[in-house]
């Protein structure tokens, strides 16, 4: 399969991105093949187009599996093993923080508890285990909003995140709304 200019560039960045966000080169380079073509494609395909080893073709969809973010499908007449993804981004945004979050947070959500129910603990001083509690505070705080979060349909989860700043008003400035305000989430919405 041979890319055009734009599709090259997209596949090629997004390879570059991956890097910073601690994935493999090719293993986001290979995402971004399958995203962007919006079809099952076998290794050898994905070599060919690439311009990669097979072996680390065989390692990354390995590994794309492990995330869930790409599946094994059989084309009809056709012997050999086909890779997809889905084609709608926030479904993969879905997986991505759900799984950073299993391989991420979730482990340091454990040390966390279990360096703050050590009875150790006591012969550290007041700040560290204040800073402690702190951190879990803060990772399980957000760990609930995100799974309250990728709960919601699409729209309403797109919705909810370009609110932004507009928030603080449904809030009001004391972090919760002024007595006697009816304002509403959707109201904020807008148009």
């Given amino acids: 399969m041979s890319l055009s200019p734009t599709v090259s560039r997209f596949v090629l960045h997004w390879g570059e991105m991956g890097t910073r966000w601690g994935v493999n080169r090719t293993v986001a380079q290979i995402h971004a093949l399958l995203f962007i073509s919006g079809r099952p494609m076998h290794a050898d ?13 065989s390692n990354s969809l390995r590994e794309l599996q492990g995330w869930g973010l790409v599946r094994l499908v059989h084309l009809s007449g056709d012997r050999r093993d086909h890779y997809e993804t889905s084609g709608q981004v926030w479904e993969l945004m879905r997986t991505i923080v759900k799984e950073r979050q299993r391989r991420e947070i979730d482990p340091t959500v454990g040390v966390l508890q279990q360096l703050l129910a050590d009875p150790a603990m006591r012969q550290e001083p007041v700040a560290v285990k204040l800073r402690m509690e702190q951190t879990l505070d803060l990772l399980e705080t957000l760990t609930a909003w995100s799974e309250e979060m990728l709960k919601l349909d699409t729209e309403t989860l797109g919705q909810v995140l370009k609110l932004g700043a507009r928030i603080k008003k449904l809030l009001g400035k004391s972090g919760g709304p002024p007595p006697g305000d009816d304002m509403t989430a959707a109201s904020l919405l807008g148009p």
């Fill in 45 to 57: 395909e994905i070599v060919e187009t690439l311009e990669v080893a097979r072996s680390n073709v």
